[in-house]
């Protein structure tokens, strides 16, 4: 298949690429670098299967045939959407519409990435694809929450009014390499810290959870939706719930590290708990994550001292 992704350079999209690159396809890859980095690609410049260009989703644009689009651009990271507030509006909308009109153009399949927190600050634990969720639509995190509730919206009316073959996947806390190592997401900040023998930053008492996803056992659910034929949401992420404060712990273990752990403040409507219900996923395409938090974070720790190791030597 030539495959379209967008966000190519983010963290997702550079591993969603790399295994579809591994399965024998050919990708056109596009991404604005807004919150991603060409060195995410840089292992690419040789592969002739490979393409990418740079340009902004919010415009009309045309690949070309393709056969798949897998819609994976939008700053991610709640310091980046913070900062890119509005242009994370126009993505989830104006983007996402480019995006579906290019498979509506081509007959593709299209997988838009969507995320748990559509369920935002939930009080249904665990979240099953079912529950509506609940999210303040004006506060600091809705730029990013309603534009994705939104393009789950879209994406819905382009399978319903045009026959857009859509699969929609609800992606939770996803970690591993090539997470930028400054966009303010709790494991990058708290590896990083504990790497460079700083303070780890536990926001509140820490009690809130999070369940971690490695991204290899992430990219292999997105795979498996894609080759399903599920139109309605499904939940893809590791159901291991941690609160912050032991996942603090455990990065310190992991990397051996001195550092001390400090508090500050909670961000406005930071979501208490998090938990993803994975048996639709388990039922529909036989998923389920292999890798937990130990063995995901040992996995990662390399990328993140080359990457401190980079940054020393420009300094
Ligand atoms: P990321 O920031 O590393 O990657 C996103 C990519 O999209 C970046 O390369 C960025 O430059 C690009 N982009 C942003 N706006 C664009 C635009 N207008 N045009 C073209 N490119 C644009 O983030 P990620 O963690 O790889 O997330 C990828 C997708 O998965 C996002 O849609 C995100 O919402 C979703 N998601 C990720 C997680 C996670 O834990 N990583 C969880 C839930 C959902
Ligand atoms: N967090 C923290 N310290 C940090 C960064 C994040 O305690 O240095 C907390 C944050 O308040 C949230 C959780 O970790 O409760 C996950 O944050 P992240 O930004 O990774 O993703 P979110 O799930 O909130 O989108």
Redesign the pocket.
Known sequence: MRILI??V?????SHLADALLADGNSVVG???????SLNNLKHLDNEVRFEFRE????EAFDPGRVDYVFN??????PV?YSKLGV?TL??GSS?TRNALEVAKKYRAKFLH?????CYGDPSVHPQTEDYWGNVNPIGPRSVYDEA?RFSEALTMAYHRYYHVDTRLVR????YGPRL?KN?GRVISNFVVQALKGEDLTVYGEGDQTRSFCYVADEIEGILGLSRSDEHLPVNVGNPNEWTILDCAKTVLKVTGSKSKIVYRPLPQDDPMQRKPDISKAKRLFGWEPKIDLETGLQLSLEYFQTTIDEEAKVK
């Open positions: 967008t966000g350079a983010g963290f997702l999209g596009v991404d604005n670098l807004a919150t991603g340009l902004d989703i919010c994976f651009a939008s700053p991610a990271s980046d242009e126009a993505v983007g990435a969507s995320t748990s927190e994705k992606i939770f806390n996803t930028q966009d």
